[in-house]
């Protein structure tokens, strides 16, 4: 099983926050891959934390399992991974109406930085998987991944920044601008994109968005570095 993020490890260390175009894309695949990037950058102690894991009942596998499965998989070492929920909710929507029909409150900014905090203190590498894309509300307050990006930065890593994966196909390009525009808007420190579930046999079209993607450059002419494509079926094999 290949690392295709294998050219992310040096952006790899403190709090990495993995956020999306859309739901589905492959954050929890592109955060499994960073981690495998990062333990081969030889970080020994490597956490992934999922502020709200919503559509999973007590005892399902929600998504920090996928990334321990991918992990182990690709040989890393169960004591080298430390996974943490903030919480889950049992309908598979966004986090504010998942919290009213399982009638309990969301937690806050706040309690999540203060959990990424505690995870930072003994590892080297804390992922942060947001739920859905850049602008979903986690905490019923109206705050997203960006605010919990910009807490993050204020109170417990100044160097944090976020990975956008997004699907290499129809409509990529778009998804990918208007949630880089959001990020840049809040001052969010972009570290690069990630294209999720790249297909074993490309079309024109699917190379031209990979193009595109690559060549992107932030408002202040810095560019924007493609982190690598996930092959589809990653993580399924050897
Ligand atoms: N590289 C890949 N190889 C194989 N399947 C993939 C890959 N990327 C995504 N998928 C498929 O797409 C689905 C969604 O991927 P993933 O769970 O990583 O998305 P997500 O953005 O984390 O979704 P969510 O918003 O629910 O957290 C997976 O269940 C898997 O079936
Ligand atoms: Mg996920």
Redesign the pocket.
């Given at each position: 099983m290949g690392n295709p993020l294998a050219r992310a490890a040096e952006l790899l260390t403190g709090v990495v926050v993995v956020t999306?175009t859309d739901?589905?894309?492959?954050?929890?695949?592109?955060t499994a891959a960073l981690a495998l990037a990062g333990c081969s950058a030889g970080r020994r102690r490597i956490a992934v934390y999922k502020p709200v894991q919503t559509g999973v009942l007590p005892g399902d596998s929600g998504?920090i399992d996928?990334v321990a499965r991918l992990l182990a998989a690709a040989g890393v070492p169960s004591d080298l991974l430390t996974t943490a929920e903030g919480q889950r909710l049992s309908a598979p929507m966004a986090p504010p109406p998942a919290a009213a029909i399982d009638q309990v409150p969301l937690l806050n900014l706040d309690d999540h930085a203060e959990r990424v905090a505690a995870l930072l203190s003994d590892h080297d590498l804390v992922l942060v998987?947001g739920?859905?894309g850049v602008l979903v509300e986690l905490d019923g307050q109206g705050r997203n991944i960006a605010d919990l990006t910009e807490r993050i930065s204020r109170d417990v890593d100044p160097y944090v920044g976020v990975v956008l994966?997004g699907r290499p196909d129809l409509g990529t390009l778009n998804h990918t601008l208007l949630s880089l525009e959001a990020l840049y808007r809040r001052g969010v420190r972009v570290l690069g994109t990630v294209l999720?579930?790249?297909p074993s046999n490309p079309q024109i079209l699917h190379e031209t968005n990979r193009d595109y993607i690559v060549n992107i450059h932030a408002e202040d002419g810095r560019s924007i570095p493609l982190l690598g494509a996930?092959?589809?079926?990653?993580?399924?094999v050897g």
């Open positions: 999306g739901t589905d894309v492959g954050k929890t695949y592109a998504d996928d998987e739920s859905g994966v999720g579930s790249w996930i092959p589809k079926g990653w993580g399924s």
